[in-house]
């Protein structure tokens, strides 16, 4: 069953580690338990990523996240887990973040670019998910004055400021 499932991939997260998690998420790619349920693992264990190693491959897990959040975003998704599916891309994020600097790592810089579109009027229909985003946001400008400075390039106090204003009946932003 569907919960059940869920909990199955959290715990093999929990007892196997990511690289599993993600086997059977590529193996069964249109069933939403397998989907739901990694993506809370994947959330909870790129915070516990400590090795270089699995460092190193956290550029290509946030592309993957990325493709299935796109693919959420269509008219037919899959699976329906965008808010999941953006905790997981937030996670990744916020690991990363102290690791990178604008350009050096495509992925990240194709994540924040994704979570600022978020904020556009347009992207504002999901308040939780903005929220998500906006919070990420948040941590990549501590982490570097490099990555402050990249985000006020491209205008990100401006999009914040009208994000506030357009939904301004959500307390929380």
């Given at each position: 069953?569907?919960?059940?499932?869920?909990?199955?991939?959290?715990t093999?997260g929990q007892?196997a580690g990511?690289d599993p998690?993600?086997?059977?998420m590529?193996?069964?790619p249109?069933r939403?338990?397998?989907?739901?349920?990694?993506?809370d693992?994947?959330?909870?264990?790129v915070?516990h990523?400590?090795?270089?190693?699995?460092?190193?491959r956290?550029?290509?897990?946030l592309?993957?996240?990325?493709t299935?959040?796109?693919?959420?975003?269509?008219?037919?998704p899959?699976?329906r887990?965008?808010?999941?599916?953006?905790i997981?891309?937030c996670?990744t994020v916020?690991c990363?973040a102290?690791h990178?600097v604008p350009?050096q790592c495509p992925?990240?810089?194709?994540?924040?670019?994704?979570l600022?579109?978020?904020?556009c009027?347009?992207?504002?229909e999901d308040?939780?998910?903005?929220e998500?985003g906006?919070?990420?946001?948040?941590r990549?400008?501590?982490?570097s004055?490099k990555?402050?400075?990249?985000?006020?390039?491209?205008?990100?106090p401006?999009?914040?400021?009208?994000a506030?204003?357009?939904?301004?009946g959500?307390?929380?932003?």
């Amino acid at each position: 069953g569907g919960e059940t499932g869920e909990l199955a991939m959290r715990t093999l997260g929990q007892l196997a580690g990511l690289d599993p998690v993600l086997e059977a998420m590529a193996a069964a790619p249109g069933r939403a338990e397998v989907i739901k349920g990694g993506l809370d693992a994947i959330a909870e264990l790129v915070s516990h990523v400590t090795t270089p190693d699995d460092m190193r491959r956290l550029p290509a897990l946030l592309g993957d996240l990325l493709t299935l959040r796109a693919q959420m975003d269509s008219s037919c998704p899959p699976v329906r887990c965008r808010r999941r599916c953006t905790i997981a891309v937030c996670s990744t994020v916020a690991c990363l973040a102290p690791h990178v600097v604008p350009r050096q790592c495509p992925e990240f810089d194709r994540a924040v670019e994704v979570l600022l579109r978020s904020l556009c009027p347009d992207g504002l229909e999901d308040v939780e998910v903005a929220e998500l985003g906006i919070e990420a946001l948040g941590r990549v400008a501590l982490t570097s004055d490099k990555w402050r400075e990249a985000m006020r390039h491209v205008g990100t106090p401006q999009l914040l400021s009208e994000a506030i204003r357009s939904i301004s009946g959500h307390r929380r932003l």
